[in-house]
Nanobody, 126 residues
């Protein structure tokens, strides 16, 4: 059984930092990639960052490039999203997901992922 659990969300002021964690279990054969997505109230879900588990290669949305960093632990069971320089527009529920992805563009496409966590709220006040 695949389980993804996000944590690390919270409330910060603009310019602050947060590190989100996604702890995965049962995912060895569930996918080759992990993605972080976010959804703000009234907006569509947006792909933020993705990582290929085997190579560690990453890809980012333009909106977060240079501010967010996705990484994984050596056991490849936890994926992190380090967020710096947070802006009010980063406020959203953040989700991690696992799936079989074969292109950098696909890393940011939600429908390509199979398994999803429950999300963690990030609120940035200006």
């Amino acid at each position: 059984q695949v389980t993804l659990v996000e944590s690390g969300g919270g409330s910060v002021q603009a310019g602050g930092s947060l590190r989100l964690s996604c702890v995965a279990s049962g995912v060895t054969y569930a996918g080759n990639s992990v993605g972080w997505f976010r959804q703000a109230p009234g907006k569509e879900r947006e792909g933020v960052a993705g990582i290929y588990k085997s190579s560690g290669s990453t890809h980012y949305a333009d909106s977060v490039k240079g501010r967010f960093t996705i990484s994984q632990d050596t056991a490849k069971t936890t994926v992190y999203l380090q967020m710096t320089g947070l802006k009010a527009e980063d406020t959203a529920v953040y989700y991690c997901a696992v799936g079989w992805i074969y292109s950098d563009y696909g890393l940011l496409m939600g429908p390509k992922y199979t398994y999803w966590g429950q999300g963690t709220q990030v609120t940035v006040s200006s």
